[in-house]
């Protein structure tokens, strides 16, 4: 997929796909744009922030 430098995406989904998202969405008083772009911006916060583990001690893994 190529990577231009407009503010479009354009991806390509099953149109059933596509038509459940818009009606489910509508019935929650959005919109497909506004709904991408709020996942994008949480999806990039949590990929900005260091991952805090409490309870593990030094060299073990903390339980999700």
Do not use: C, Y
């Not at 354009?10 to 744009?33: A, Y």
């Amino acid at each position: 997929m190529s990577i231009g430098t407009s503010g479009r995406i354009v991806i390509e989904v099953d149109p059933e796909l596509k038509q459940e998202l818009h009606t489910t969405l509508r019935s929650e008083g959005t919109n497909l744009k506004s709904w991408f772009l709020e996942q994008a911006d949480l999806f990039l916060a949590e990929k900005g922030q260091l991952r805090l583990t409490l309870g593990a001690g030094a060299g073990e893994e903390a339980e999700e």
